[in-house]
């Protein structure tokens, strides 16, 4: 199962469970700069990696034993990052922390690409995770990576001799591609960027500001804005001569509220806010209009019906209709889901084939670092296997022309296309980053509307639902389990065909399979909005964004959420009092 949340929502989740210290620990106003690229720490990784490849393996035989296999690939990569975080609620600081953390990803593969310690069940074999020193001590570096160097050769030897037995005995499979693909080695020295810094009394000045709107709304009984300073730098070596230096910067405010309904519902929203640097964030007003905007849908939310199951026309906004694309389609697309037993490989076979309407076209660009000025959490400039980011054109005119591809060979593909993504400490797969859908079939959204009225009322309905935003979703791509979908909304209207206005609705899951609701989409809007998120899967939770157009589904179906049965507070909320309050808060 994969699943896919809002970078908000990870925040809100994780916030409880993340221990902070007091806004004294937090020293120093800015996020240290990375590390320089002809730093200690690329130097040691590069020579413990050659005294590795030349050392493992090469021992003589002892007592009569056979030789022990030398690893045919070898790769380091360094996470070095550097946080800074505050947080406050109801207009006062809760929490802060700087952190700095470096840790290491050791990959053995023993064998050869056609065959090795990864195949089948395996993959995670070749993985070996290490913490390593913060300071530039080469003798302390060296001994870490030689220590996770030598586990993991312990590892990948074991699961390869598993594996030479499994295929002598074991049925041929379906798809017999290789393990590992051979790639050009990279050489990328990104120039380092701009150290950022961070005015601490005004950034906590701003959050207070900003969290204190939601004093003036009693039933919000939950809420936070975050911000974020990350100043981190990737390192890549490997033993086919790669060499890959990545720095990058970012700044985030996240807001989320949550609420409950009389019947026990629990409400929540969210917004996020990213850019490169603190200073390109929005301005205060923008980010109290949002926030009084968060504020005032959960208030409405609260009073407004539960569904009933539907099945019928409807309108995903942009925003939805992203998310709804990317746990849809942009999942089945991911190379490594087209081998192995266990996948439904849903468009495997589909290559050349039309699997959408013939106005759609879906591509995934990690190059692309901002849309109509904001921020894409899926931009990247090498992947984490060290292979540059391409723009894939995975659809043409609803026809499939190919998949988004690691290392990991299948039948039709044997390259890498960049796409090879993970989370430290997990394997990389080929996974999705700026996944990008147009249309040359698009109209105005009125226009929009008026083509969902007319369906509703072709189909007899009294009325088709307009999706205004989504806040997660998942795929199911295993054989074992049906080929479904579902999305949770959680702006949802009903869009009524006799003129009466439209109604807010609470509850709502979009359910379905692929290839059944892919081909009932009938027409577009005619702008592109964005979505960015966390995405969860085999190789871990990674940054990505959507990018869609408002869409019209002929033909969908919703059940209703859970209803959840925690009444709302007893105890009313404490009036808020004294000067101050009444300045940035408001007297109640």
């Known amino acids: 199962m994969l699943i896919c949340r809002r970078i908000a929502a990870i925040w809100f989740l994780t916030l409880g469970c993340i ?14 700069p990375a590390l320089a690229t002809d730093s200690i720490l690329l130097d040691t990784m590069s020579r413990e990696l050659a005294r590795a490849m030349s050392s493992l393996g090469k021992a003589p035989a002892k007592d009569g034993a056979a030789a022990q296999p030398s690893p045919y690939f070898l790769s380091y990569v360094v996470t070095d990052a550097h946080q800074v975080s505050m947080t406050a609620q109801y207009g ?22 056609k065959l090795d310690n990864t195949h089948g069940q395996h993959r995670a074999s070749a993985l070996s995770s290490v913490t390593l020193p913060l300071n530039d001590d080469r003798d302390a570096i060296a001994r870490s990576l030689w220590w996770a160097t030598d586990r993991g050769y312990g590892n990948a030897l074991e699961n390869y001799l598993q594996v030479e037995t499994e295929t002598k005995v074991r049925a041929k499979e379906e798809d017999n591609s290789p393990d590992f693909s051979v ?10 960027t701009a150290t950022m810094t961070l005015d601490k009394k005004k950034w906590e000045q701003e959050l207070r500001t900003l969290s204190a709107v939601f004093r003036e709304y009693p039933d919000i009984y939950n809420d936070a804005v975050l911000l974020t300073l990350t100043n981190e730098t990737d390192y890549y070596a490997s033993s086919e001569g790669s060499s890959v230096v990545e720095p990058h910067t970012l700044a985030r405010v996240v ?24 200073g390109n964030l929005p301005e205060e007003a923008a980010l109290v209009a949002k926030i009084h905007r968060v504020a005032d849908d959960l208030v409405k939310l609260r009073k407004a019906p539960v569904t009933e199951p539907f099945n019928g026309p409807a309108i995903l906004s942009g925003r939805a209709a992203a998310v709804f694309f990317h746990e849809v389609l942009g999942h089945r697309l991911e190379g490594q889901r087209q081998r192995g037993d266990e996948e439904g490989q ?23 670092e901002t849309f109509n000025g904001i921020q894409l959490s899926g931009h990247y400039t090498y ?33 890498s296309n960049g796409h090879g993504r993970a989370q430290t400490g997990r394997m990389p797969t080929g996974r999705q980053g700026n996944l990008i859908v147009t249309s040359t079939k698009s109209v105005p959204d009125a226009k929009l509307r008026q083509m969902l009225i007319a369906e509703a009322k ?17 795929a199911v791509t295993t054989r074992r389990s049906p080929q479904a979908f579902q999305v949770l909304p959680i702006i949802v209207y009903r869009v009524y065909v006799d003129g009466r206005p439209d109604e807010l609705v609470r509850g709502v899951s979009i359910v379905g399979t692929p290839q059944t609701v892919l081909n009932r989409i009938a027409a577009t809007g005619d702008k592109q909005d964005v979505f960015n998120g966390e995405c969860g899967a085999e190789s871990g939770s990674i940054p990505v964004s959507a990018i869609a157009p408002a869409m019209l589904v002929t033909e969908i179906e919703t059940q209703r959420q859970p209803q959840g049965n925690s009444r709302p507070p007893i105890l009313p909320p404490p009036a808020i009092v004294g000067e101050k309050a009444r300045e940035i808060g408001g007297a109640q």
């Open 383 to 415: 992947d984490d296997e060290g292979q540059p980011a391409r723009r894939v054109e995975l659809i043409q005119d609803g026809v499939l022309k190919t998949f988004l591809m690691s290392r990991l060979p299948i039948a039709s593909f044997g390259e």
């Open 92 to 113: 006062a600081i809760s929490n802060a922390v700087e952190n700095h953390s470096r840790v290491a990803d050791v990959q053995v593969r023993i064998g050869d690409p």
């Open 19 to 32: 221990g902070l210290p007091s806004i004294a620990a937090m020293k120093t106003a800015s996020a240290t």
């Open 255 to 278: 807001v989320v509220a949550s609420s409950r309904a009389e019947d026990g519902m629990e409400l929540f929203r969210a917004e996020t806010f990213e850019a490169a640097t603190p």
């Open 183 to 192: 790639q050009q080695a990279q050489k990328a020295d990104v120039a380092a």
């Open 346 to 368: 849903t468009f495997t076979k589909n290559l050349g084939k039309p699997i959408l309407p013939g106005f759609l076209n879906v591509a995934d660009d990690p190059t692309l």
């Open 458 to 474: 072709k189909q007899g309905k009294p009325y088709g639902l307009y999706f205004a935003d989504i806040s997660s979703g998942f």
